[in-house]
């Protein structure tokens, strides 16, 4: 009943775009964290992005701040992750993820873990190749 689900990945050029997109069923994201991870083959995954609350606090991996842009719009129950400038070593499958809100727990949090996220997504596969 709860679950999340990821689209819009493909096969974009270096220095291309995507958008990628998180929709959420059986539950609304206003008490969550969503956090955007990634995992490219033989590696470990990794937070890229994470936005709290409906005032929209965000944080970003410094590997694609300045080029990334999460969002989220509480009416669709659904958070995106706009990627521009994108580079080879962006290619992974992205995850989109919910965490509930601890009150105490600095936004890093979010991006630091990924064992304690609530929900996870199937992942949509990146791939930035010329």
């Known amino acids: 009943q709860l679950q999340l689900v990821e689209s819009g990945g493909g096969l974009v050029q270096p220095g291309g775009s995507l958008r990628l997109s998180c929709a959420a069923s059986g539950f609304t994201l206003d008490n969550y964290v969503i956090g955007w991870f990634r995992q490219a083959p033989w590696k470990e995954r990794e937070g890229v992005s994470c936005?709290?609350?409906?005032?929209?606090?965000?944080l970003y991996a410094d590997s694609v701040k300045g080029r990334f842009t999460i969002s989220r719009d509480n009416a669709k129950n659904t958070v995106y992750l706009q990627m521009n400038s994108l580079k080879p070593e962006d290619t992974a499958v992205y995850y989109c993820a919910a965490h509930r809100i601890r009150t105490f727990n600095p936004i890093s949090y979010y991006l630091r873990t990924t064992r304690t996220y609530d929900y996870w997504g199937q992942g949509t596969q990146v791939t930035v190749s010329s």
């Open positions: 936005i709290k609350n409906s005032a929209g606090t965000t």
